[in-house]
Nanobody
Framework: VQLQASGGGLVQTGGSLRLSCVAS????????MGWYRQTPGNEREFVAR???????RYSDSVEGRFTITRDNRKNMIYLTSDSLTPEDTAVYYC????????????WGQGTQVTVSS
């Protein structure tokens, strides 16, 4: 499975961005897809994930501000990020996890999100 993320950029505090991620290759329709983020010197942290049925889950830090959606026909997920703060600045990665074996995880390259104060 190959994952390609896009949509990052520079935005002011309070602004919005929409990240996209497309999966290709041996994609299974019931894979769980999601977003993580990482800042220099820190571990990658969970942001949001969504099942093939559209059930989302969010980290406490983004709940209510970020929305994850999914288009199964296109093998794509999106992350709409509103009310951004400088603390949201990070490299954002999308991933895909096998529903039948959660230890199988694929990662895409990251996309940089920078929120200026």
């Amino acid at each position: 499975v190959q994952l390609q993320a896009s949509g990052g950029g520079l935005v002011q505090t309070g602004g919005s961005l929409r990240l996209s991620c497309v999966a290709s290759g041996s994609v299974l329709s019931n894979d769980i897809m999601g977003w993580y983020r990482q800042t220099p010197g820190n571990e990658r942290e969970f942001v949001a994930r969504i099942t093939s049925g559209g059930t989302p889950r969010y980290s406490d830090s983004v709940e209510g501000r970020f929305t994850i959606t999914r288009d199964n026909r296109k093998n794509m997920i999106y992350l709409t990020s509103d009310s951004l703060t400088p603390e949201d600045t990070a490299v954002y990665y999308c991933n895909s996890r096998r529903f039948s074996d959660r230890s199988i995880v694929y990662w895409g390259q990251g996309t940089q999100v920078t929120v200026s104060s």
